[in-house]
């Protein structure tokens, strides 16, 4: 079985900070390229980070210079910092192992005062 889950969400002022996680099981990232989508209500849902499988990444512009995703390939979790958090980055935020079908059940993020 293949599970992807996702923790780390929480309501959040705007400026603050949080850390995603994304842990894997009956999988392994390390082959592949991994991301961080999100959703907000009503909206399609967007590609904000993707780090290759060598040492590359590439943002959303609403988000270089905020967030930062990295990796452990030895626990099989990715990770995005989420920092000078803004109202318009409400959303769930999912990852995904790119080339895979899977999807977890995402973390909300809500900042708001």
């Known amino acids: 079985q293949v599970q992807l889950v996702e923790s780390g969400g929480r309501l959040v002022q705007p400026g603050g900070s949080l850390r995603l996680s994304c842990v894997g099981s009956?999988?392994?990232?390390?082959?592949?390229?991994m991301a961080w989508y999100r959703q907000a209500p009503g909206k399609e849902r967007e590609l904000v980070a993707r780090a290759s499988i060598g040492v590359g990444t590439n943002y959303a512009d609403s988000v270089k210079g905020r967030f930062t995703i990295s990796r452990d390939n030895a626990k099989n979790t990715v990770y995005l910092q989420m920092n000078n958090l803004k109202p318009e980055d409400t959303a769930t935020y999912y990852c995904?192992?790119?080339?895979?079908?899977?999807w977890g059940q995402g973390t909300q993020v809500t900042v708001s005062s």
């Open positions: 995904k192992q790119m080339g895979y079908p899977y």
């Open positions: 009956g999988v392994m990232f390390g082959i592949s390229d």
